[in-house]
């Protein structure tokens, strides 16, 4: 998805918090999402946000997302091992079901 | 409840051969999208489907890809003839009704493609 960007890495210790950033551009997106994928698997939805929010938090997951700036963020508090994997950034197109993904973001966590 | 089914897992294949991929969705998923995962990349769209019809297919490559989805279950994607740069994953997904623009899409496996 080239309208969406995300970095490509992060490395961070078990037990500290991940932080990943998306940078998205259309504006008309009602919806942003969070995916993640983990080996081998298929995309598993973590988690949305309505477009007229800044923030969601559900469990250790906190979505952030800047509308003016166009920029959205993904914190994981407490990352475990099992958190490891890439994290997909989303923006539903104008038809509203077509999603626009990022590269992705590859976590790894580290004992 | 059974999460959507895809095969084959992998197939490798010469190239100008033809491959079909199958995939069946959750029941009760009225929408059902076919993606391509390139390699360190996203999923794009290919194809979506309202039951048996094919709402979007935009970014179908309607040379060589074909896909039906009959009786508005089960879907086929096909290529024919495979090329080397169709490498890649092949993702279905499916949602229930009303909740696709929310983007609460649920994906299979995939199935990954190799063309020698």
């Known amino acids: 998805g080239e309208d969406v960007e995300q970095s490509l890495f992060l490395s961070v210790r078990e037990g500290d918090s991940s932080v990943i950033n998306c940078t998205y551009t259309d504006s008309s997106s009602t ?3 969070w995916y ?8 598993q939805l973590l988690t949305y946000i309505f477009s007229n929010m800044d923030m969601k938090q559900d469990q250790r997951l906190t979505v952030l ?3 003016k700036d166009k920029h959205l963020s993904l ?4 990352t475990q091992t099992g958190d490891s994997a890439i994290y997909f950034c989303a923006e539903n197109s104008n038809s509203g079901y077509a999603l626009n993904f990022g590269k992705g973001t590859s976590l790894l966590v580290t004992p | 409840e059974a999460g959507v089914v895809q095969s084959p897992r992998y197939k490798i294949i010469e190239k100008k051969q033809p491959v079909a991929f199958w995939c069946n969705p959750i029941s009760g998923h009225n929408t ?3 993606y391509l995962q390139n390699l360190g990349q996203g999923p794009e769209l290919l194809i979506r489907y309202e039951n048996e019809e094919a709402v979007d297919d935009s970014q179908l490559p309607k040379d060589r890809f074909s896909a039906e989805r ?5 879907s086929t994607l096909k290529i024919q003839p495979a090329e080397l740069g169709d490498s890649a ?9 009303g909740t696709g623009e929310i983007g609460e899409l649920f994906f ?4 990954r493609l190799t063309v020698l």
């Open chain 1, 31 to 33: 919806y942003l999402y």
């Open chain 1, 36 to 43: 993640k994928q983990e080996p081998g698997a298929g995309l």
């Open chain 1, 65 to 67: 997302l800047n509308k």
């Open chain 1, 75 to 78: 914190r994981i508090a407490d």
């Open chain 2, 32 to 34: 059902l999208y076919w």
């Open chain 2, 70 to 74: 009959l009786k508005g279950v089960d």
């Open chain 2, 89 to 97: 994953v092949y993702l279905c997904a499916s949602s229930l009704p």
């Open chain 2, 108 to 111: 299979g496996e995939g199935s």
